[in-house]
């Protein structure tokens, strides 16, 4: 390893957290700012952003606000020129923004504009965002992208009896497995870069996703997330984890 790339290493690091102002994606905010890292806090709502960042700052985090609606183009666009702007590269991006959709999500029942929402957001954002990130990514020592997917959307476990896979919900989980599907195509676009991408599963936590149903709290379901955006360089690449290793696809 040159000296050059040595000494980059030793920088600080920034990291853009999609979906950061409440929930499990401000923990996850929180968890990596608490490493030292500067932390933007990717986020639509201009007033909750603002009382996430600040929240976050008297905690000590070097954290800022990066005004992120996933499904559009050009806030998207604009996130990225604000990073590029404050750090001139990205060393991790977590997309954690997510929505479930509307209920009741039965198949033959569901209302098509759910899954559109559900699809729009969970892999279609990720994707837009990721791409848009890349470029500075590409610039990292040791870039790194987490994508927080779920265990609902593994159809191992879902045509597993018995498992444990939540109610039936045809515009959520299968968005995440779609959302699986597509980390692992980035991951073999990848392979010969430095990036890394996986994806993890929080567990099922208290958050506003769920009416607070969880029996985990955010803080317990960032720390997956944490692990990945904090990989080692010959760490895993295309790979689905939950807090106590490999979940199935
Ligand atoms: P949450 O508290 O509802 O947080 C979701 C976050 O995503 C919010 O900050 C929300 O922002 C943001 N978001 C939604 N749509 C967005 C968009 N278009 N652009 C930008 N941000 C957007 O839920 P959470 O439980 O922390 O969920 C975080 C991630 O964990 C999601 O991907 C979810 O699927 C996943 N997950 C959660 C659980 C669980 O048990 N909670 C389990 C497995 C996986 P607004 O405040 O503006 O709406």
Redesign the pocket.
């Known amino acids: 390893m040159s000296e050059h790339r040595t000494e980059r290493k030793t920088e600080r690091k920034t990291v853009l957290v999609?979906?950061?102002?409440?929930?499990?994606?401000y923990e996850i905010a929180a968890g990596l700012g608490a490493l030292g890292w500067s932390v933007g806090v990717?986020?639509?709502?201009a007033e909750?952003r603002e009382t996430a960042v600040a929240k976050l700052r008297a905690a000590g985090v070097d954290a800022f606000g990066v005004p992120?609606?996933?499904?559009d183009d050009a806030s998207v666009t604009a996130a990225a020129g604000l990073i590029e702007d404050r750090a001139g590269r990205l060393d991790v991006l977590v997309n954690?923004?997510?929505?479930?959709g509307s209920a009741p999500q039965m198949p033959t029942t569901v209302d098509v504009a759910t899954v559109r929402t559900a699809v729009e957001?969970?892999v279609i954002?990720v994707i837009r965002v990721t791409n848009a990130m890349l470029p500075l990514l590409r610039r990292s020592p040791s870039p790194r992208i987490v994508n927080?997917?779920?265990?609902?959307g593994s159809l191992t476990l879902q045509t597993t009896p018995g498992a444990e896979t939540g109610p039936i919900a045809v515009a959520?989980s299968p968005s995440?497995t779609f959302l699986n599907a597509v980390t692992v195509q980035y991951a073999k676009e990848l392979q010969d870069t430095d990036i890394l991408i996986n994806a993890a599963?929080?567990?099922?936590?208290?958050?506003?996703?769920?009416g607070f149903q969880?029996h985990?709290t955010?803080e317990q379901?960032a720390t997956v997330a944490i692990r990945l955006a904090t990989l080692p360089d010959d760490g895993p690449t295309g790979g689905f984890f939950d807090e106590d290793g490999v979940v199935p696809w």
């Open positions: 999609t979906g950061a102002n409440k929930g499990i994606g990717g986020a639509r709502d909750r992120l609606d996933v499904t954690n923004a997510g929505v479930t957001t969970n954002g927080v997917s779920s265990s609902v959520y995440k599963c929080p567990g099922y936590c208290a958050t506003d996703l769920n969880g985990r955010p379901g």
